[in-house]
């Protein structure tokens, strides 16, 4: 792998663009939670395909698909990352957390579950916190229950995050953010009331919200246990497809107050709600859900309050 260029602030988040080798390009990225120390969480976001055959209508990597990436690809975007930080390969995070979610969908690729299997031996990491979100594709039904076994394997009590992006309780409108056959909220239910057990963490839904997204607290309630799952809300990023699909973000990322009247209907059904907004300067960066640097390469126009950090050519 090549590292072709960098975008980012250290003390925020950095963009990693490189070549796998063969001109296929992917991006990973890692990060920190100011004012959190990097000793204390330490978050690394890799890539699990090249692009994403699902083409939800908020991502910039879901333009294009040329395939999974190998085993071997998803370590030499990890191993870069922690050995650049830490040559010993022992991270004294006490939160050390590997999302694969940077581009692609995990569960299209079965070398996530041999990640998941090896990383507790790959480094010394006791904050070691890997974190799955996934959209619910349909199909990939033995994905899943590996998943489930490998987490009560090697993460049981705590030490994993599932996440299911929802978008909506309006089927209608989470077919348009998400255009491809999935898991209706039974499945995902009967699923996550399987996976979760007395000591793990709650299974997170995830909505990002845009100023016309549907949802119905009692619609999740008839599926979802407030016991189980806890929701969290995120604010549309800047990106391509979102622009031209007109979507609108309705929480704004300067401003922790926005749209407290959809929080505050979801606390009073019981559920724990996080407003996750993080920092706002990672939308200039390029490192929040949803972007891709090389599809603002692509696309001179630029985007308002998008991608506009320069890139440091290696
Ligand atoms: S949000 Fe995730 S599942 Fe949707 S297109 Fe982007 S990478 Fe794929």
Known sequence: MQIISTSGNP??????????????????????????????????????????????????AGQFYRGRLSEEELWVQLDYLVKSRYPDKKIPASKFKIQFARMGEPTFNQSVLTVLRKLPERYHAPGLL?????????????????????????????????????????QEYRDKLIPVKKWSFSDIARYGDRFYQPGDRKITLNFVLTNTTPIDPNILLN??????????????????RSQEHE???????????????????????????????????????????GQYIQAHLRNESGLIDGYRYPLNKY
């Not at 979802?224 to 990023?237: E, G």
Request: a negative charge; proline letters at 7%.
């Open 11 to 60: 003390d925020i988040a950095t963009v990693y663009l490189a070549d796998l080798g063969d001109g296929r390009l992917i991006e990973f990225v890692e990060s920190v939670q100011p004012p959190i120390a990097r000793e204390d969480k330490w978050v690394l976001i890799i890539s699990t395909l090249q692009g994403c055959p699902v083409g939800c209508s908020i991502c910039d």
């Open 130 to 170: 890997p974190s799955l979100s996934t959209v619910a594709p349909a199909g990939v039904n033995s994905f899943f229950d590996q998943l489930l076994e490998v987490k009560q394997e090697y993460y049981h009590q705590g030490n994993f995050q599932l996440q299911f992006s929802l978008h909506s309780t309006n």
């Open 223 to 240: 599926h979802f246990d407030p016991a189980t799952y806890l929701i969290k809300l995120t604010p549309l990023n800047p990106t391509y």
């Open 247 to 289: 979507l609108e973000t309705a929480i704004d990322p300067y401003n922790e107050s926005t749209d407290s009247s959809i929080t505050n209907a979801l606390k009073k059904a019981g559920y724990e709600v996080i407003l996750s907004i993080g920092e706002p300067e990672e939308n200039l960066i390029g490192s929040n859900c």
